[in-house]
């Protein structure tokens, strides 16, 4: 029996997983709005023969408050152009761009995306959001967003809609080649989890454990089979970052050595815009202001005070609270070993069924994707769990899922 193949992807936001990645000696956070840069992510990436580089958007500032972040490093290109850039200098890595479906109309999107898919030569995917924050309302004249779940029927409608269009694009020809973009999701509710079970054909989610990762495919892979499709044809894609050494031991210190790059400031303003409520002018040394925190949050207050509950009664201080908050940025699992160790867990969780492969998150941009390429990928491989070479040129190849069902076939 062929043993379970991981699939890989890099979401190569900003300058690492880290807030403090930026800071780090082998961080270029310089090269972050040139070709120069891109040109070399992309190459290295190829070279790990990773399925796909993801990009999100951001339709909104990272203040928090009206105010602007002064040493958080987040830099967002807007992701359709900069893939289609990075297309030019590769020849099968696939290219996943994020965009929302409730301030893009059908039309606009079915277009930008034929366009990629034709320019990229079946390389595209489009991860779908429907925009969860509150700030990005107002930049499309709007008071505050729809509800989450008008948002997520909207967005049913928009896709079904985009997909006429390129069925009809199709037909009209040239092909495009996939016959249309590779369709991804992110969604984490009950909403969102069932918009991914009927739509998705790969699946990004947080999970920082293994049972976590197994309890999330269950549940998608079911919900997927309920609704009439086979759940092998999705790939679930659990969020990963990592910080390597020789030994456990240098492991350890140099994931110290990136957290010994926040000063307090910047943990506060990295909580700030998580929380989306300015903390800079409270006291770092005064319990967390959990009242002022829910009075004042843009986000659910019930979310956010599920977050600050054990604070609130714990009696933390502002700073500990930050500092420890960036030790798991957005509830990803984060690993700390060797090469080997890492290589190891990975096969673990893809034989134990929490995932079909990972979205790696490197520490720091490009050093920490430059690690994991040289010094894991290639056990990966030795040991067989990892392809040498692309199995094709689509996105929809590389990720060995069943060629798109046209119309007219």
């Given at each position: 029996m062929m043993t379970k193949q991981i699939h890989l992807w890099a979401f190569l936001q900003g300058i690492g997983f880290y807030p403090t990645g930026w800071k780090h000696p082998r961080a270029r956070p310089e090269g972050v709005f040139s070709m120069d840069y891109y040109r070399s992510v992309a190459k290295l990436v190829e070279k790990g023969r990773f399925d796909a580089i993801v990009f999100g958007?951001?339709?909104?500032?990272?203040?928090?408050?009206?105010?602007?972040?002064?040493?958080?490093?987040m830099p967002t290109l807007d992701p359709v152009s900069l893939l289609t850039a990075m297309s030019a200098v590769t020849e099968h890595v696939g290219l996943v761009a994020t965009i929302s479906t409730t301030y893009n109309t059908p039309e606009m999107l079915?277009?930008?995306?034929?366009?990629?898919?034709?320019?990229t030569g079946g390389r595209s995917g489009w991860n779908i959001v429907t925009s969860a924050h509150p700030d990005t309302a107002p930049n499309f004249g709007e008071a505050e967003l729809p509800p989450k779940?008008?948002?997520?029927?909207?967005?049913?409608?928009?896709?079904d809609k985009a997909c006429e269009l390129w069925a009809a694009m199709d037909r009209a020809g040239p092909r495009l080649p996939q016959g249309r973009p590779v369709l991804v999701q992110a969604g984490q509710s009950p909403a969102g989890r069932d918009f991914a079970a009927r739509t998705a054909e790969a699946i990004?989610?947080?999970?920082?454990?293994?049972?976590?990762?197994?309890?999330?495919?269950?549940?998608?892979?079911?919900?997927?089979a309920g609704l009439g499709r086979n759940p092998d044809g999705t790939r679930i894609m659990p969020g990963l970052s990592c910080v390597l050494g020789g030994s456990e031991e240098e492991a350890k210190a140099n994931h110290k050595a990136i957290m010994d790059l926040a000063d307090v400031a910047l943990a506060i303003e990295y909580l700030s815009e998580s929380l989306c409520c300015d903390l800079t002018p409270f006291d770092p040394e005064a319990p967390l202001p959990v009242a002022a925190i829910i009075a004042n949050t843009l986000l659910p207050k019930s979310d956010v005070e599920r977050m600050v509950a054990s604070a609130a009664e714990k009696g933390t201080s502002l700073r500990d609270y930050a500092m420890n908050f960036m030790l798991h940025p957005r509830g990803h699992n984060v690993f700390i070993g060797t090469p080997e160790q890492m290589a190891d867990m990975m096969i673990s969780w893809r034989d134990a069924g929490a995932c079909d492969g990972f979205t790696l998150q490197p520490s720091y941009m490009p050093g920490g994707l430059e690690d994991f390429v040289g010094e894991v990928v290639?056990?990966?491989?030795?040991?067989?769990?990892?392809?040498?070479?692309y199995p094709g040129n689509s996105l929809r190849e590389t990720l060995g899922l069943p060629a798109f069902a046209r119309a007219d076939a």
């Open positions: 958007d951001q339709l909104q500032s990272r203040g928090a408050g009206g105010r602007t972040p002064e040493r958080m490093a079915a277009e930008r995306f034929a366009a990629m898919e034709r320019i779940d008008t948002r997520y029927s909207h967005a049913a409608e928009v896709v990004f989610c947080p999970a920082a454990s293994i049972e976590a990762g197994i309890d999330f495919r269950n549940d998608l892979r079911s919900r997927i290639p056990i990966l491989q030795k040991k067989g769990r990892y392809r040498t070479e």
